[in-house]
Each structure stands twice: as C-alpha cells, then as structure tokens.
C-alpha cells in the first residue's frame, strides 16, 4: 500500500480556501474470472493481483494570491494525523472489495459443488467398473476350473486305462520270460543228448537222422527263446515308453490339481477375506508360459500320446498271443519226430550189436602196464617229497643264523642247489605221470573203438536208449510253453 501526502508546510495545513481542484482518477473495478482452474481455487489465483485503486495523487492546486503572506504561520494539524488520515482506503474500494469476496465465494461454492458431483459420480461409475471387473474375473476364474475339471476328468480316464494296458502288457511279459524259462529245460535237455552222442566212440559216431534231429530241435529251441527275450526286451521298452506316458499324464494331472487348488483359493476370494494384501508391482510381471490353445493342446497331445502308446501295446500283446500258438506247436512237432528218429537208430544199433566180436587181450595188457607205470611215478614222486622235507628244513633252520654267521657259504649254495634239482625232478615226474594217465584214456578208447566193436555198440545204446530216452521222457506241456505256470 502506498501513503501519499505533503510536507508541514503544504497549502492544505492553513485556513480553508477555495481552490480549484482537479477531480481524483476514477476507480476501475478488477475484472473477476469464473471459470475452473485444476490446480487453483476460483477467485483465489488472480486475487493477488488486485490492489486498491487508492491512488490519491496530490492535485496541482492553484496558489491563493495571499498564499505568500501566510507561509510563516505554523501548522494546525499534527504531522501523525494528517498521515493516518490520508492512508485509508475509500468507501469505493471497500464496496469493490466486498462483491470480490462475495463472487470468489460463490465462484469457489459453484465449482466445488461441481466437483463433489463429478467425485461422486466417478466414485459410482468407479464402484461399479471395478465391482463388473471382479465379478467377470471371477466368472472367469470359475470358468477355468470348469475347463481344468474337464481336463482332469480326461487325464484321469486315460491314466486308468493306461495303467490297465501297463498290467496287461506287464503280465504278457511274465508270460514270455516263464516260456523262455521252460524252453531252456528242452533245450537242456536235446543240447545233454548231443553231450551224450559226442561220447559215441568210432564209427559209431555218425551224423545221423537223430542227430540232424536234435541239431533241428536245438536251433529251434533257441530261435524260439530268442524270439520271446526280443519281444519281451520290445515289451518292456514298450513299458518303459508307457511308463514315460504315465508320468507325463500324472504330472499333468499334479499340476492341473495344483492349479485347481490355486484357482479355487483365488475363486473364494472377496473383499473382506483375511488372506488378502497388496502386491505392488505384480500386475507388471508376466511369468506365463502359455496361452489357453497351447494349454490345452498340451494336454490333448499327452493324451494322444498315451492313446498311441496304448495302442503299440495292444499291438504287442497280440503279436505275442500269436507268437505263443506258433512256438508251442513247432517245438511239440519237432520233439516228436526227433523221438521217433531215436526209436529207430536204438533197433539198427541193437541188430549190429548182436553179429559183433572183439579182442581185448593186448589192449588190456597195455592197459594193464600203464597203469603200472602209473603206479611207480606216484611212488617215485612220493619218494622224492622226503628229501625235499629235508633239504628246505636245512635251509629254514640255517635261517636263524645270528648277524656275520648268516653267510651264504657252500653248504647254503648245495642246499638251495638241492632243493631246485628236487623240485624239478618231482615237476618231470608229475608231467610223465599226466602224460601216462593221458596214454591210458587213449588207450582206452583205442581199445573200445578198434578192439571192441561190441562194447562200442553197447555205449552206444547206453548213450540213446539209457541216457537220451531217460530224459526225453518227458516235455513242457503246452500252458506252460505259453507262459501259464
């Protein structure tokens, strides 16, 4: 605010004349904005910039003829006074002041009532947008949980009709493995009677019909057990890919009744649950991994890959069935003709034996030296333990020689000479003796093969009629060469 007035010695201090004055400067009203601010208050951010229009400004005031002959009188008016009086402001300006105050309070009244009915108008539609999104999420959560029930539902009745196949396919596998088990005893059994037939001495040993015979079972035998070990090894690679498709299917399944738990936590959830809270920042984090289609194409692809698994293993489970009828009838038909072959070689070989005679008096002489010259190595080699015994009992007694005493002297030298020579001498004998033993089994068989045709033919019925037939008595009936024990 600015103070106008005059000095102590102004005109206006003395007696009261009559002077032209000019007419003080009209006031002009501060023009008022209406109109809404989004950070101001109406009426308030152009208050500051309204002023009284006080300005009284000293008038050029028209010098009295006689103002010269009062310029010596003092004042009448105290100097404090006259400038309290000239620093109010008009009549004027206080009425303006007023109807400013009175428009910037209405003009403040009018927007905030403006306001508070856009605020609670936005409260409503606000309310209501967010109570429409809440209630559509949590549509759309129930309708997830319909899908992963539905999903579940499916998994399900896959997973029990894969486990069916699993133990099917496990049980056709136990099948093989018991078939493969009782094909081994005749293949034990024919691969015996071909031992035994190698024990055929001369011309007895022929390659006849009957070994043909068990030569055919054999193989037979053997490619019939290899093929069910190859189906059973498929089997179980096959089971192995099931079990693959299982686990997949329960972890789906794991996952899906994870995700339903956390769905239907999510579902039951409301505004007055004690569960809840603020996670700021979660709805800028994106940790998915999938979209609905490729959600649910993954578990429609586990289930057609369970489908296909099932579907390789019914294929198994047939083949074996099949496997099993064609096996079962070769090895019963091939076991009978090889008996049959036996039956006749056993009545040729009993004709021979009848019209057969040897001689067995060198050979048994032979025989007979041999064994006695067994007889005098083993005595020879006993002879010779005695004398070792005495020679390395010398040498360990020599051993407790105190210090300088154990000295390696002549004596030493023949004793550890002498104990080398014996065990040499015993290491000839022993192989002379092996060698000898080995002389009378040939000996032996010389004597069966060349000198006694008849005991030949007699081995020979041994070997077929005694030791073959004996165990060709009896065979794997057919529930059991088809795995059913």
Same mark, same amino acid.
């Given at each position: 605010?600015?103070?106008?007035?005059?000095?102590?010695?102004?005109?206006?201090?003395?007696?009261?004349?009559? $002077?032209?004055?000019?007419? @003080?400067?009209?006031? %002009?009203?501060?023009?008022?904005?209406?109109?809404?601010?989004?950070?101001?208050?109406?009426?308030?951010?152009?208050?500051?910039?309204?002023?009284?229009?006080?300005?009284?400004?000293?008038?050029?005031?028209?010098? $009295?003829?006689? =103002?010269?002959?009062?310029?010596?009188?003092?004042?009448?008016?105290?100097?404090?006074?006259?400038?309290?009086?000239?620093?109010? +402001?008009?009549?004027?300006?206080?009425?303006?002041?007023?109807?400013?105050?009175?428009?910037?309070?209405?003009?403040?009244?009018?927007?905030?009532?403006?306001?508070?009915?856009?605020? !609670?108008?936005?409260? %409503?539609?606000?309310?209501?947008?967010?109570?429409?999104?809440? %209630?559509?999420?949590? *549509?759309?959560?129930?309708?997830?949980?319909?899908?992963?029930?539905?999903?579940?539902?499916?998994?399900? +009745?896959?997973?029990?009709?894969?486990? #069916?196949?699993?133990?099917?396919?496990?049980? !056709?596998?136990?099948?093989?493995?018991?078939?493969?088990?009782?094909? &081994?005893?005749?293949?034990?059994?024919?691969?015996?009677?071909? +031992?035994? *037939?190698?024990?055929?001495?001369?011309?007895?040993?022929?390659?006849?019909?009957?070994?043909?015979?068990?030569?055919?079972? !054999?193989?037979?035998?053997?490619?019939?057990?290899?093929?069910?070990?190859? @189906?059973?090894?498929?089997?179980?690679?096959?089971?192995?890919? &099931?079990?693959?498709?299982?686990?997949?299917?329960? *972890?789906?399944?794991?996952?899906?009744?994870?995700?339903?738990?956390?769905? =239907?936590?999510?579902?039951?959830?409301?505004?007055?649950?004690?569960?809840?809270?603020?996670?700021?920042?979660?709805?800028?984090?994106?940790? #998915?991994?999938?979209?609905?289609? #490729?959600?649910?194409?993954?578990?429609?692809?586990?289930?057609?890959?369970?489908?296909?698994?099932?579907?390789?293993?019914?294929?198994?489970?047939?083949?074996?069935?099949?496997?099993?009828?064609?096996?079962?009838?070769?090895?019963?038909?091939?076991?009978?003709?090889?008996?049959?072959?036996?039956?006749?070689?056993?009545?040729?070989?009993?004709?021979?034996?009848?019209?057969?005679? #040897?001689?067995?008096?060198?050979?048994?002489?032979?025989?007979?030296?041999? =064994?006695?010259?067994?007889?005098?190595?083993?005595?020879?080699?006993?002879?010779?333990?005695?004398?070792?015994?005495?020679?390395?009992?010398? @040498?360990?007694?020599?051993?407790?020689?105190?210090? !300088?005493?154990?000295?390696?002297?002549?004596?030493?030298?023949?004793?550890?000479?002498?104990?080398?020579?014996?065990?040499?001498?015993?290491?000839?004998?022993?192989?002379?003796?092996?060698?000898?033993?080995?002389?009378?089994?040939? @000996?032996?068989?010389?004597?069966?093969?060349?000198?006694?045709?008849?005991?030949?033919?007699?081995?020979?019925? $041994?070997?077929?009629?005694?030791?073959?037939?004996?165990?060709?008595?009896?065979?794997?009936?057919?529930?059991?060469?088809?795995?059913?024990?």
């Amino acid at each position: 605010m600015e103070f106008l007035g005059t000095t102590q010695t102004a005109s206006y201090c003395g007696p009261k004349k009559c $002077c032209g004055l000019t007419s @003080l400067p009209a006031v %002009q009203a501060p023009v008022i904005q209406e109109c809404y601010q989004p950070y101001y208050l109406p009426g308030y951010r152009y208050l500051n910039s309204w002023r009284p229009s006080l300005f009284y400004k000293i008038s050029n005031v028209q010098t $009295c003829p006689d =103002e010269s002959s009062s310029t010596l009188r003092p004042p009448t008016t105290l100097p404090a006074l006259r400038s309290a009086l000239f620093s109010r +402001y008009s009549p004027h300006d206080w009425d303006q002041s007023n109807q400013l105050q009175v428009r910037g309070a209405e003009a403040s009244r009018l927007w905030a009532s403006r306001l508070t009915d856009d605020s !609670v108008r936005l409260l %409503q539609d606000k309310d209501q947008l967010t109570q429409q999104m809440q %209630q559509g999420t949590t *549509r759309n959560l129930g309708q997830r949980l319909s899908d992963i029930g539905f999903w579940k539902s499916e998994l399900s +009745y896959e997973l029990d009709r894969l486990l #069916t196949e699993n133990q099917n396919l496990e049980t !056709v596998k136990r099948r093989l493995e018991c078939a493969a088990n009782e094909v &081994n005893c005749p293949l034990q059994v024919a691969l015996e009677c071909l +031992y035994h *037939r190698e024990k055929r001495i001369g011309i007895d040993l022929v390659h006849d019909n009957v070994e043909k015979n068990l030569i055919r079972e !054999v193989d037979l035998l053997k490619c019939c057990e290899q093929q069910m070990r190859k @189906l059973a090894q498929r089997i179980d690679l096959q089971m192995r890919d &099931n079990r693959d498709a299982q686990h997949a299917l329960e *972890r789906d399944l794991e996952d899906k009744s994870s995700a339903q738990c956390i769905d =239907e936590k999510c579902f039951n959830l409301r505004n007055t649950s004690d569960c809840i809270s603020f996670f700021h920042g979660m709805e800028k984090i994106d940790g #998915t991994i999938s979209v609905p289609e #490729t959600w649910a194409k993954f578990s429609n692809d586990n289930i057609k890959h369970s489908q296909n698994m099932r579907a390789d293993s019914i294929r198994l489970r047939e083949e074996a069935e099949h496997l099993f009828e064609t096996l079962s009838d070769q090895m019963w038909r091939q076991f009978t003709d090889t008996n049959l072959a036996f039956n006749a070689h056993i009545s040729e070989v009993t004709d021979v034996k009848n019209k057969l005679q #040897t001689q067995l008096a060198k050979t048994l002489q032979e025989v007979f030296q041999a =064994e006695n010259t067994i007889m005098l190595l083993e005595r020879s080699i006993m002879a010779k333990e005695g004398p070792l015994k005495v020679a390395q009992t010398r @040498l360990e007694c020599r051993t407790w020689r105190p210090n !300088v005493e154990l000295c390696r002297d002549i004596p030493q030298f023949k004793l550890v000479n002498e104990v080398f020579t014996i065990d040499d001498t015993l290491q000839t004998l022993k192989l002379r003796l092996r060698e000898t033993q080995d002389m009378l089994q040939l @000996l032996v068989m010389t004597k069966c093969r060349l000198e006694h045709e008849l005991a030949i033919k007699a081995n020979t019925l $041994c070997i077929d009629k005694e030791k073959c037939m004996g165990m060709r008595k009896t065979f794997p009936c057919t529930p059991r060469l088809v795995g059913h024990t």
